[in-house]
């Protein structure tokens, strides 16, 4: 997903492409080798690493055109691995299933992406912090379905973002990892028959690759699924996040609330000044539900010890997914790193929006039998200072 005309930033997900998913799985059967050597089950002549150099482009082409043939990539790349590494030929893939190999290899891509993605999102919480420091007791206008509705602040505005993003973060980390070892029908008969003991390779597999052990999950599909929707999530947040600042950047009075740092222009007005980054973080709000639409349903539809079409459905929608939400929090990170304030425009909106935005505090006052507060912003400095609080220990932790 690099050179992508019809999806801007791609290069913001390098390392979910198809030569990344193939070197995942030779990853995979690179760990299970060791397994079998570590085990005495394969002989030492038979540890090795395995070349990964199989993966030029004509390799990956016949590949792909292996996969239409066999179901999954795993039979031809196996192969291959036999044929370049002969003194490990006989036990390279011996006890594990092409879903072994496949959902597992996916897990790996999930958790390098992940480790990326809360990496974005808190310098993203970390530029947010920064700016409420700046601007956080700067006056804005609320509204409210479109409309003036009642004073508040930057801070205000600006924390539930902070939240949004620490929210997402913690999610994601959260997540667990875990290897996919089960054998041709989820009951690792191969392993056993080869002469591992029972329940002793798993936690070694998933050592060696840094996952974590648990029972196959051939059919229940939730690891996947959980990782997808925390993922959403944080999509979910970058998108929110945008679709705001592209509210604050209107300039129907001549004026924007929020501008970004280097705002795109006009194929034919030049005066244009268009909020792109905001524009393209929010686009990943429109595809992220039918993305994991798709997972959930293929989740939904898991039969016997392994499933025709719904279990081959998931893995591009899941790579997709990562690659998407990576996207956005790379370019929300810009975003907000560069996002201009203009307290001036928000005193001046605010001052222009008239009494009628403060008729509820009028009523407020009236109902209690007093004059009204010289503010009207309630606890809005105590919100603030809690998500700055917040953000400070989260940010300052060592992820």
Known sequence: MT???LWSGAHRADGLGSADFAR????????????????????????????????????LAALAAATETDGTPVPALVDRLRRKHPDAARWVHRGLTSQDVVDTALILLARDANSLLRQRLRASASALVISIEQ???APLLARTLT??????????????????ILDAVDDLDRLTFPVQYGGAVGTRAAGVELGLPPGGPTPVFAETLGLQAGRPWHTDRAPMTRIADAVARAGDACASIAGEVLSLARNDAGQSEVSESQPGGSSTMPHKRNPVLATQVR????????????????????SDERPAGSWQAQWRPFVELLQIVLVAAGQLEDLLAGLQVHPDVMAANLQRAGQDVLAEQRSMAELAGHEPAPDYLGESEQLVAASLQRARRDLGKTR
């Open 283 to 302: 686009r990943a709000g429109f595809v992220i539900p039918a993305l994991l639409a798709a997972l959930h349903a293929a989740a939904a539809d898991q």
């Open 24 to 59: 995942a799985m030779i990853a995979v059967e690179q760990a299970w080798l060791e397994v079998l050597v570590g085990s005495g089950v394969a002989p030492q002549q038979a540890r090795g690493r395995l070349d990964a150099t199989v993966l030029d482009e004509a390799a």
């Open 135 to 137: 601007h956080g007791q």
């Open 3 to 5: 050179a992508d005309l």
């Open 147 to 164: 409309q003036a509705a009642a004073p508040t602040t930057w801070g205000v505005r600006a924390s539930n973002w902070l939240d949004r």
